[in-house]
């Protein structure tokens, strides 16, 4: 029986896959870095929980989602996992525990890198060995829980930051290499002129190999000319 396309395309994808996980991990760990271990426990931002929770839940969130609920493999610790599984809008009790001495409310250090470590292995095994593109599978058709994955991580990355803005200078550090631009001239602004045409957004399923349910189906419009504001090149 001749694999389907979707099947050697996604061969010769999981190398880039793997890739871009290992990747994903290395940044979420820079950004990490550039906080104080006194900021461990700190909850930056009242209705999210304190940023121990987020050490876990990326690599936590992916297990759950691709490795246990996907592939139907064997938990590493199911409190943990457990604990780690949702991340925006925590309930009300999970505000209150918060609230108290997240040090002792919370897995200590050591407890949450070992989980991460153990995770992060399997995770890396799975997207380099298992059957990831199970048609019919509500979360392994055209591979979807992959993609999503690889999304949500980086989406986090971008929100960690903005939480991070929130904590004081002290329990921050500067990024190894980095210089403020503190000299030259500032970039040139004007009025640019977009013509009238037709746009289209979101994407039709099948088009490209992922995307979220809210950006289907294409949607397309015709646009009357109009100016934008923009930054332009010297």
């Avoid at 929980?49 to 490795?67: A, E, M, Q, R």
């Avoid at 040090?103 to 989980?115: G, H, I």
């Avoid at 509500?138 to 829980?145: G, N, S």
Wanted: with cysteine; charged share 20%; net charge negative.
């Amino acid at each position: 029986m001749r694999p389907s396309s979707t099947e050697t395309s996604l061969d010769a994808l999981r190398a880039g896959l793997v890739q871009r996980y290992q990747r994903n991990r290395t940044r979420t760990r820079e950004i990490f870095s550039l906080l104080s271990d006194a900021a461990f426990y700190e909850q930056p931002i009242s209705l999210r929980h304190p940023i121990v929770f987020y050490v876990g839940h990326l690599p936590g969130f992916t297990f759950n989602t691709l490795v246990k609920k996907g592939l139907g493999g064997a938990s590493v610790d199911a409190r943990l996992e457990a604990l780690f599984a949702r991340g925006i809008d925590p309930d009300e009790s999970s505000r209150a525990n918060a609230r108290g001495t997240a040090a002792q409310l919370w897995p200590s250090r050591a407890e949450v890198a070992a989980f991460v470590d153990e995770v992060d292995h399997r995770i890396v095994d799975a997207l380099t060995h298992a059957d990831l593109h199970q048609p019919g599978h509500p979360l392994l058709d055209r591979a979807e829980a992959v993609f999503a994955i690889l999304e949500h991580e980086e989406m986090h990355q971008e929100t960690l930051l903005y939480m991070f803005h929130r904590l004081p200078y002290e329990q921050k550090s500067v990024p190894a290499g980095y210089r403020p631009q503190t000299q030259g001239a500032m970039p040139a602004t004007e009025w640019v002129r977009i013509p009238a045409g037709r746009a289209t957004l979101g994407v039709d399923r099948g088009v490209l190999p992922f995307v979220w349910d809210n950006e289907c189906p294409a949607t397309s419009a015709s646009v009357a000319a109009f100016s934008r504001f923009a930054v332009v090149d010297g």
